[in-house]
């Protein structure tokens, strides 16, 4: 990039000696040159911020520098371009509140829409989109992968109803009734069944939600995922988590079960447009909206309940769609596999693959056998 930068300029001064009236056009080519060298960078920083306010811009601009395998040497250079940048999006976003005399915003409520960004270059025509309009009934296999993702409020209907949840939580009524949460699991499952299940599971990729952007990328399980609605995957995720609740804490299960059943109903009814109104900058994750909710849920039925008191449940939602830390709880650790579980289970009922266990498909005597005859032979001693 230098070198090219300084044959360009080398050009520049060359038609400049031969011509000194060039010089205004040559003046505006060495300006345009200085702002293009980084104007990847700019754009690609700039993209991060409008997604998230509160990163820091030396993390920023090491994740440029790591993925366009850039020399560690060049931080300090785009670590000043990326405080140039956030500082630009602070002005861009506060200035207008100046002016009305109205209180600025902190960074990490900062939440830039498509009227705060940049103008965009206008939209091609879109030849398919004609031709669908024309004749609505018949659907082309281009006009169908025009769209990259589906419509926002479209979504399979239903397959599990009361009941089928009944099923599952039957086994628990004894404990449930005995620590007083029959509202709490009844109210939960009138808000993922009745109420908001028609939603899809995943929300559009064109709002701030860590797990809808981060597989906003990969759009066959993008769509796989907006296409569940919001019943089949609580239910889904109460299945592996009593599962997995009995499997691995077998003798204490009927203790923590309301807990973890109202968790497993609670944890994703942020993805309910009806909640995401008026959201401030730094509750828009699905996650955090969630265990809001669950909180307000649990403390109009158990007023006895403390805030502190309930922070390892809060945890355990707000955490179900980040990596595992080393010793968490046991709520996030089973709500977080549960939630994984469902995803798979989700892909494999959506497309032609087969659910299939490890030890099914996997059997080490195959391996064994294979190495039987080098296997326990020592070479005698050397003389």
């Not at 009227?115 to 018949?138: D, F, G, I, Q, Y």
């Not at 025009?146 to 099923?167: A, G, L, Q, T, V």
């Not at 059943?261 to 909640?275: E, R, T, Y």
Request: positive net charge; aromatic residues 10%; proline residues 6%.
């Amino acid at each position: 990039m230098k070198q090219r930068t300084q044959e360009k300029v080398k050009d520049i001064l060359k038609i400049v000696k031969v011509n000194p009236n060039m010089l205004d056009r040559a003046i505006d080519e060495l300006c345009k040159l200085k702002t293009g060298v980084h104007a990847k960078a700019d754009a690609y920083m700039e993209s991060k911020f409008l997604k998230d306010m509160s990163l820091r811009p030396k993390a920023v601009a090491e994740m440029y520098l790591y993925y366009n395998d850039i020399p560690r040497t060049k931080l300090p250079l785009y670590h000043k371009l990326a405080r140039k940048i956030k500082i630009r999006l602070i002005n861009r976003y506060n200035l207008p509140l100046k002016r009305k005399n109205l209180q600025t915003v902190p960074c990490s409520e900062m939440v830039f829409d498509k009227k705060t960004r940049r103008s965009c270059s206008p939209l091609k025509e879109n030849k398919t989109a004609v031709v669908v309009a024309v004749t609505p009934n018949k659907k082309t296999p281009s006009a169908i992968t025009s769209n990259r993702y589906r419509d926002i409020d479209h979504c399979n209907e239903p397959k599990f109803n009361y009941d089928h949840f009944r099923d599952l939580i039957s086994p628990y009524d004894l404990q449930i009734k005995k620590m007083g949460f029959e509202n709490i699991i009844e109210t939960a499952l009138l808000r993922v069944i009745d109420f908001y299940g028609d939603n899809p599971s995943i929300l559009p990729a064109t709002e701030i939600d860590g797990e809808a952007n981060e597989l906003a990328g990969y759009r066959d399980l993008y769509n796989i995922f907006h296409n569940i609605p919001l019943t089949d995957h609580a239910y889904y995720i109460l299945k592996n988590t009593l599962k997995i609740m009995n499997f691995k804490y077998s003798s204490e299960s009927f203790g923590f079960s309301p807990w973890l059943i109202a968790l497993s109903l609670s944890m994703d009814i942020g993805v309910a447009k009806q909640f995401r109104t008026n959201m401030p900058g730094n509750k828009t994750d699905h996650t955090v909206i969630s265990a809001d909710l669950f909180m307000d849920l649990v403390l109009s039925n158990k007023p006895d309940y403390s805030r502190k008191g309930m922070e390892p449940f809060m945890d355990a939602i707000r955490n179900h769609h980040v990596p595992p830390v080393y010793n968490e709880g046991m709520f996030s650790s089973i709500i977080r596999t549960a939630s994984t579980l469902a995803r798979q289970h989700e892909v494999v009922i959506s497309t032609n693959f087969k659910d299939t266990y490890f030890g099914n498909w996997f059997k080490p005597e195959i391996v064994i056998d294979a190495l039987k005859k080098s296997m326990n032979y020592g070479h005698t001693p050397m003389q």
